[in-house]
């Protein structure tokens, strides 16, 4: 084998979160590659409750521990958004293999930090934006692609979700908390691969909750093809749940429903010149496509989507969208 590792790739999960039995430990269950090994907290008590019931054979009371673990041979990252980098960092230097879920960093000077320090070590490092691995993505990029839709004109992402505690880290600046960390990390990648390029923003409009976390964020953007954009994210707002994206050309527009979790809807539409249509997609989730991809890169040495490259890039626009707002960047815990 050519690739980093051999099968099956132990993983563990740094921080024991809820969100992972949806985005890893439900969709490593019908991987043949992929166990989940393990599981870390600061709370041992919590840890091995979370063991216990997602049956995860060995338990840390401390993030150091399960890094040092030489039984396992990658680590998900899934804590609070400021502890990404200084995690992701150690899991790199322990020469584990990494799973980080978004955003990658803190700002973009971190992101670019890290993307360094994984262009020059060996272990894949790999930013968990899950809606890229899944079909209907690569197809929405393979219209855009093929010209059917024309020049770009316009490319809008809606990603307002509805997240109601507000004790949560989601709503805390100390932890690089706010809508544009959080569902805005989806929307900038978004409109970045479906508009073709990092754009530059032009202006941008925040509502609060308290005095710098953003609840709801809109930016326009400008492309240098000289199309435009708006990425449009909340955690609470009047719109409760809005997730969509439209792509709109000359020919033609294509629209998605749900194009952040799309095995939830699994179809898009297109209008142009060459008539409509509806095509729809498999029900297995981009979860799973995702861990697929992950295997693949460890193992085969397949190249990955979300890399640390591509997250400098999302890093930039968010940070660029703070700034346009009159807020301030966030910063590693």
């Not at 590659?33 to 216990?52: K, M, N, T, Y």
């Not at 958004?81 to 992701?88: M, Q, S």
């Not at 990029?141 to 010209?147: F, H, N, Q, R």
């Not at 997250?311 to 660029?320: F, L, Q, Y």
Request: with cysteine.
């Amino acid at each position: 084998m050519s690739g980093r590792g051999a099968a099956p790739l132990r993983i563990g999960i740094l921080g024991a979160s809820k969100f992972a039995q949806m985005t890893l430990i439900d969709p490593a269950r019908g991987n043949a590659e992929i166990i989940v090994a393990a599981v870390a907290s600061r709370d041992e008590l919590q840890a091995e409750a979370f063991a216990e019931e997602y049956g995860i054979g060995r338990v840390h009371g401390s993030y150091e521990a399960l890094i040092d673990d030489p039984d396992l041979d990658a680590v998900y990252v899934v804590l609070p958004n400021a502890l990404h980098g200084r995690w992701v960092r150690d899991a790199v230097a322990a020469g584990k293999h990494v799973l980080c879920q978004k955003p990658f960093a803190a700002n973009a000077t971190e992101a670019r930090e890290l993307a360094d320090l994984a262009s020059a070590s060996d272990p894949v490092v790999m930013e968990a934006l899950q809606y890229r691995y899944h079909p209907l993505t690569a197809r929405v990029e393979e219209i855009i692609e093929s010209g059917e839709l024309g020049k770009l004109e316009r490319v809008e992402v809606n990603l307002c979700v509805l997240l109601p505690q507000f004790s949560s880290s989601a709503y805390n600046f100390d932890l690089a908390g706010g809508a544009t960390m959080d569902a805005g990390s989806y929307a900038v990648d978004m409109v970045r691969t479906f508009g073709g390029s990092t754009p530059e923003v032009v202006s941008a409009q925040a509502k609060l909750r308290g005095p710098q976390v953003d609840r709801a964020m809109t930016a326009e953007l400008r492309f240098d093809g000289g199309h435009t954009g708006r990425v449009r994210c909340a955690i609470w707002s009047s719109n409760l749940v809005r997730v969509s994206a439209k792509v709109v050309g000359d020919r033609g527009e294509l629209r998605v429903l749900n194009p952040a979790v799309p095995h939830f809807f699994r179809r898009l539409s297109v209008r142009s010149t060459d008539g409509k249509r509806v095509e729809h997609f498999p029900r297995r989730t981009s979860y799973a496509y995702q861990l697929d991809a992950f295997a693949a890169a460890v193992l085969r040495d397949e190249p990955v989507k979300t890399t640390p490259e591509a997250a400098v890039e999302n890093m930039t626009v968010i940070d660029a969208i703070y700034r346009a707002a009159g807020l301030p960047l966030r910063q590693p815990a």
